[in-house]
């Protein structure tokens, strides 16, 4: 069973700044999608886009992380990272990995990120 693991989250105050790294326990054969949700405080059943990169690095954002978030991809290690700028106290969340490799949706555990006013 494939396993994501992420790091990189932490405390940080209003303005600053987070890098966010997943990796695939092992290699696919072919992974389609890659990115990031970010699951709010409370919500444990809500989950909305934070970025997402395909394996032609299309990107896509969340409406609300445009021009702040930058995702990137690497294809030969099935791993993608997150960089967070100008961090608000509404980002605050747990932000899970996922990989989707045209069969099924991988997840990792999420790394929680906190962003204090």
């Known amino acids: 069973q494939v396993q994501l693991v992420e790091s990189g989250g932490g405390l940080v105050q209003a303005g600053g700044s987070l890098r966010l790294s997943c990796a695939a326990s092992?290699?696919?054969?072919?992974?389609?999608?890659m990115g990031w949700y970010r699951q709010a405080p409370g919500r444990q059943r809500q989950r909305s886009l934070v970025?997402?990169?395909?394996?032609?690095?299309?990107?896509n954002y969340g409406d609300s992380v445009k021009g702040r978030f930058t995702i990137s991809r690497d294809n030969a290690e099935n791993a993608v990272d997150l960089q967070m700028h100008a961090l608000k106290p509404e980002d605050t969340g747990t932000y899970l990995c996922?990989?989707?490799?045209?069969?099924?949706?991988?997840w990792g555990q999420g790394t929680q990120v906190t962003v204090s006013s």
């Open positions: 996922y990989l989707y490799d045209n069969v099924q949706n991988y």
């Open positions: 092992e290699r696919l054969p072919f992974t389609h999608n």
């Open positions: 970025a997402r990169i395909d394996s032609a690095g299309v990107a």
